[in-house]
């Protein structure tokens, strides 16, 4: 399959990098000075009520032709093949007391994914969807309530999703309406964000956290949030999707709701360097199938193939917990760690085919080569099913993101690594040079190695 760049923007930006490149060679590059606070195009107030910002973000990968024995419906494609994304968001903010704000955000994604975003379960673009329709939608619509529990307060950043500067040290945070969920839960300074780290799924996301989310990845929800100077709790009840990775969410919390748990912890184990350990756990109630079930249909003769979705109408339990650990080695160097797992019996609902996911690597800044502002990351994943989902797979089974036809089971391995940098065009527009190894791609050992480049253009305004 090849996929084409259906998105005026990304060829715009594709552009822009071949023609900065010339310019890295400029010994002039030492003078840019950027990730002090003042990396967007225009200068934004901090005493306004209002906040308004926008950012682009757009991925350009390819693969060469890899080795496959078979393939099946939703295979990654074993042919040469690339593709484009193209997200684009915008930010608006109402401060409406020191303790009260509002969220309104829209956003479009545009594009294609590498194999029409199957075949693996760490897929290589967070940001390709399978709804690249370039049609634009809300992204977040929330109302925040702080209440102040002590007089002791802390000052914050202001950002595009946060307008309020100063906090009570300790406080009750809840947030109500519409949001993304992974916003609030799993965070990880080190490997979090797609647009300006990792862009691999199971590096930027615990691949085992199947959280509640529409195919676009955002759902409806409150979430409580209790926050002391050295611990927090969160708790969020959120809608999930009526079927599978699906567009719409479930209203009726009888059929469907999801509800998440995580205690953060922020000891001193280094002086004077950050350490962050949360601890994950979620439940989710839907109308799911189960892997034991699909494959006894089959093999009674009741269905031509497994198939996860032939049984009628439940409401089945799929669960699982999570551990986030992020490390401050040096000023410039840090780690991070993730490790995952869920219950492997359900099918999974709303993230990607995973059951059980460890991933480590870090992130340094670029002081030691003079180029402050520079960032180099590298992550390193495996990923694993349970016996009954590989099995149910191995029979010729499809999930949404994985069916090869046959299965010769094998971890998923993967290795990312990142070089991200600002243009010097103007403050605001960053790129990156992304590279990645999957071996043994949707857990098949007769499939793969395949390796991926990428090159990331990203501008905030």
Partial sequence: MNSRFSSPG??????????????????????????????????????????????????FQWHPRFYAQYSGPNSFERASEQAASAVETLYTGLQISPTTEAVLDFESAAGSGLSDVHGMSGLPNLDAIRNLDGVPYIARLWYRQVIPLSDETTTVERGPLSQLTTLAVRRLDIHVGKFDLVDFFDLNSVANDSHMQFMNWTVANNGAYDYAADVRGYTYGVIIDYEDRWWGFRFGEALLSK????????????????????????????????????????????????????IAMFLAGKTPTPEIDAHPQQVSVKYGVGLNLEQEIT??????????????????????????????????????????????????VGNGLSHNHRRYLGLGGLGFDLGDGALSYGPEKIMECYYNFPLPIHRGFFAALDLQYVNNPGYNRDRGPVIIPGLRIHVEI
Wanted: charged fraction near 20%; charge should be negative; hydrophobic fraction near 40%.
């Fill in 10 to 59: 990304v060829r715009a930006a594709i552009g822009l990098i071949l023609i900065a490149i010339p310019s890295l060679l400029s010994p002039a590059w030492a003078d840019f000075q950027y990730f002090n606070g003042d990396d967007t195009v225009f200068a934004h107030s901090e005493a306004s009520p209002f906040w308004i910002s926008a950012q682009g973000n757009y991925i």
């Fill in 243 to 294: 079927r599978a990775n699906g567009l719409n969410v479930q209203k009726n919390l009888q059929n469907a709701h999801s509800e998440n748990y995580e205690l953060e912890l922020r000891p001193e184990l280094v002086k004077k360097h950050a350490t962050t350990l949360r601890m994950l756990g979620y439940s989710n109630f839907a109308n799911m199938g189960d892997y034991h079930q699909a």
């Fill in 331 to 380: 000023d410039d160097l840090r780690g991070f760690m993730r490790a995952g797992w869920n219950e492997g019996q359900h099918e999974t609902w709303s993230y990607t085919e995973c059951d059980e996911s460890v991933a480590f690597g870090g992130d340094l800044r670029g002081r030691l080569w003079g180029r402050n502002d520079d960032k180099f990351g590298v992550a390193f």
